[in-house]
């Protein structure tokens, strides 16, 4: 995704990979969530919680079972530096900085975790993105240290975001809504905890995926 031009466009471009839809067929099960985080006191774990939390209700308030269950924490986990030289090299391809070319398969420390979507809580300046694998989903979320992503709605609404395409949605072309692409963030100002609207399509698309409660 590109943010539009609130701020710098070289601050503001984080990619939210489109992600493959899942299956056609209803979803039936829970979707297990593993978070990684560099350290306990990262509070992007608690906007992953927030971001979470908004999916269940959103699946409640269309009268469908709440589909996110927060699995397990990892924190300051051995496997971070494979994670973390595994999500450069998906960036960069999706930056179109990578020799073309297939692009590099997960790694066995990603694929050991258990979890049906991981989300990594990366260190690093680069997009974010939702990757598939294995039939789960790779779900990078880049550092909080500069604007945007030290706006606390800006960080809770790109991890919203990522977890819309690992439950099915794609892009759409309204700016000012949460699976836009590209962006203009209007809920960056606020004090209270804001996420930004799904469309008409995209509430239709989850009934059609995921069965009633």
């Known amino acids: 995704m590109k943010w539009l031009e609130a701020v710098p466009a070289t601050i503001l471009s984080l990619l939210l990979a489109g992600s493959p839809p899942v299956s056609g067929s209803q979803q039936t099960s829970d979707r297990h969530v593993v978070i990684l985080s560099p350290d ?41 530096r494979a994670l973390e030289t595994y999500a450069r090299q998906i960036s960069m391809r999706a930056e179109g900085l990578a020799p073309p070319g297939a692009g590099p398969s997960a790694p066995r420390e990603l694929t050991n ?20 694998f294995a039939q789960r989903f790779f779900i990078v979320i880049q550092s909080d240290r500069a604007a945007p992503m030290n706006s606390p709605n800006a960080a809770r609404n790109v991890i919203a975001h990522e977890l819309g395409h690992a439950l099915g949605l794609v892009h759409n072309s309204d700016p000012t809504t949460l699976m836009c692409g590209p962006c203009q963030p209007f809920v960056l100002g606020s004090e209270e905890r804001v996420f930004s609207p799904l469309t008409p399509d995209d509430r239709a698309r989850l009934i059609e995926m995921y069965p009633p409660r």
């Open 113 to 132: 975790l258990r979890g049906d979507i991981v989300v990594f809580l990366s260190r690093q300046d680069i997009f974010s993105m939702t990757r598939p």
């Open 40 to 80: 306990e006191g990262d509070r992007r774990l608690a906007f992953t919680r927030d971001a979470v939390a908004f999916w269940n209700q959103t699946f409640l308030d269309l009268k469908l079972r709440p589909p996110l269950v927060e699995a397990d924490v990892v924190v300051a986990s051995p496997v971070t």
